[in-house]
């Protein structure tokens, strides 16, 4: 995801609203808010992730609904294979194929819906042609920080988690040192009903370092807390080792303000490919090596066909 999507990644952060589709949380309010949708266009779908993207109104205000399939959880498996229908759809030798039909609590979708969604929303989920940038850092000081600095994207909905006005209740740690402190909290794409996904966030108190290029070794101990105490507090929390995890930096960024990602290896989450991934060890080694490394390195990221940022690069002669 481009930097041209980072305002709309906050949006969505404060707009979303999860509604679940268990019968003990969801409420008659809830299925109301869900029937009221008008199907508009499908702006993204894949088969291999189970999930699709919808762009329509409701009420009359603009909306998108996000449908993802739920993981089978090994808890719920013996009832399911027990409880369900079955129907027979081919028989081939020791092969055969049926339809499932699970009872109704057992067959929950995770619906995301945002509303009223912007044109940039709609934008974030459409599927478009992606490009690579190679960003020199004669291009970020040139290119990309005026345009962020221009753009002015609002991570107010980030200050309101450091300050305790949202979502206190979700946050799995919290070191509260001003310089190398951060609080850990699991991210919107994690249902937290399994591990085999788990997700979580680490924001920094400092709100003076926007992205990885704003590091140097100075920021050493507070990457080194964040690793340290992040670890630990998944162990103690969820009792899934180091090994288990990808702890990783974005560039660029879905938002301007420092955050790790912490992510489970059984899970093949967006954003986690070599364009774009940064692995926290590599980026404390890397400066270790050289303290101003990411400000001088050269660093790729992807941006899309409609990304600003992308026509700044080619304004530029970049592309």
């Not at 989920?125 to 600095?149: G, K, M």
């Not at 093949?268 to 303290?291: K, M, Y």
Request: net charge negative.
């Amino acid at each position: 995801m481009a930097a041209a999507q980072n305002s709309g990644d906050a949006e969505t952060h404060q707009a979303a609203k999860r509604l679940k589709t268990d019968e003990t949380e969801a409420g008659n309010n809830g299925e109301k808010f869900i029937s009221n949708f008008e199907v508009g266009r499908v702006l993204r779908d894949s088969t291999r992730e189970k999930t699709i993207f919808v762009h329509g109104k409701i009420d009359d205000q603009e909306a998108i609904v996000i449908l993802e399939k739920t993981p089978i959880t090994e808890d719920v498996l013996p009832e399911m294979l027990k409880t369900s229908t079955q129907t027979l759809e081919m028989r081939n030798d020791i092969y055969s194929t049926y339809k499932l039909r699970p009872p109704p609590h057992l067959s929950g979708v995770k619906t995301t819906v945002i509303c009223p969604a912007t044109e940039k929303h709609v934008k974030k989920y459409l599927r478009q042609e992606t490009f690579l940038i190679e960003e020199t850092e004669q291009d970020y000081q040139s290119i990309t920080l005026p345009y962020i600095n221009s753009q002015s994207f609002s991570v107010q909905w980030v200050y309101n988690i450091l300050e305790k006005k949202a979502e206190a209740d979700r946050i799995v740690f919290e070191d509260p040192d001003p310089q190398d402190g951060f609080v850990l909290l699991p991210d919107f794409k994690w249902d937290q009903k399994q591990v085999d996904d788990l997700y979580l966030i680490a924001i920094v108190h400092r709100r003076d370092l926007k992205s990885l290029r704003d590091l140097t070794a100075d920021q050493l101990p507070l990457l080194r807390n964040i690793r340290e105490k992040g670890l630990e507090a998944i162990m103690k929390r969820y009792s899934v080792p180091a090994s288990k995890l990808r702890v990783m930096l974005h560039y660029q960024p879905s938002y301007y303000h420092l955050h790790v990602h912490f992510i489970s290896l059984d899970y093949d989450a967006p954003g986690c490919g070599v364009e774009r991934a940064h692995l926290l060890a590599d980026v404390i080694q890397n400066l270790q090596h050289q303290s101003v490394y990411y400000r001088k390195h050269t660093l790729t990221f992807p941006a899309r066909a409609d990304d600003t940022l992308l026509g700044k690069f080619r304004e530029a002669g970049r592309l």
